[in-house]
């Protein structure tokens, strides 16, 4: 397995990978599970979320969130994290099936 971190402002791959859609992990749905793909993130922030589980061909689930929808809170590696909709939307991930 490849680590791919990014720094902010790198180009993404757009929506489809293989034929197969990407997104963000802030786009996840109540319920709804993807594979990690990569971080755009700062390397000290990517690499605190990477000791919390958020690693590259990690499964995520997104459970529930605030009231106003931010923070909201992600299933990784069986603990629960709560990631504001900032953070959460430079994390590329692959829809699953």
Do not use: C, N, W, Y
């Not at 859609?21 to 922030?45: C, K």
């Not at 992600?74 to 099936?97: N, W, Y």
């Amino acid at each position: 397995m490849q680590l791919s971190v990014k720094k902010p402002g790198a180009k993404t791959q757009g929506l489809m990978h293989h034929g197969v859609p990407r997104a963000t992990l802030a786009e996840l749905r109540e319920g709804e599970q993807a594979v990690l793909e990569s971080l755009h993130l700062e390397d000290g922030v990517a690499r605190r979320l990477m000791e919390l589980g958020f690693l590259p061909g990690q499964t995520i689930s997104a459970a529930r969130s605030a009231p106003g929808g931010d923070p909201r809170v992600f299933r990784v590696d069986g603990s629960e994290v709560a990631l504001r909709r900032e953070t959460a939307s430079q994390l590329q991930i692959r829809l699953t099936e």
